[in-house]
Nanobody, 122 residues
Framework: QVQLVESGGGSVQAGGSLRLSCAASGYTFSRLCMGWFRQVPGKEREGVATIDSDVRTNYADSVKGRFTISRDSAKKTLYLQMNSLKPEDTGMYYC????????????????WGQGTQVTVSS
């Protein structure tokens, strides 16, 4: 069983930056394909970015050039650096993982964290 714990959410003004972190435990970190997803009340959850064990990344078009996903195997931690934030980036951000060779923002992952709230004001 994979446990995921997110941190780093908060409130910022448009144009600002935040970095989300996700600490993973319970499985060999290097074998996990991981990603960030977000959800706004009343809307479907959407994939933001994913990264596999070979550090291949996949981004939603809406965040390309602004967000960067990365992973630190020594710390067993996933990150999401978010720059040039927009009000439409507001939502609950979830860390997710699967035991898989690769995954995309459209993939369904098996393990989920509790989420961290990101609020961007105009």
């Amino acid at each position: 069983q994979v446990q995921l714990v997110e941190s780093g959410g908060g409130s910022v003004q448009a144009g600002g930056s935040l970095r989300l972190s996700c600490a993973a435990s319970g499985y060999t970190f290097s074998r996990l394909c991981m990603g960030w997803f977000r959800q706004v009340p009343g809307k479907e959850r959407e994939g933001v970015a994913t990264i596999d064990s070979d550090v291949r990344t996949n981004y939603a078009d809406s965040v390309k050039g602004r967000f960067t996903i990365s992973r630190d195997s020594a710390k067993k931690t996933l990150y999401l650096q978010m720059n040039s934030l927009k009000p439409e980036d507001t939502g609950m951000y979830y860390c997710a993982a699967s035991v898989a060779l690769y995954c995309l923002v459209g993939s369904t992952l098996n393990f989920w964290g509790q989420g961290t709230q990101v609020t961007v004001s105009s």
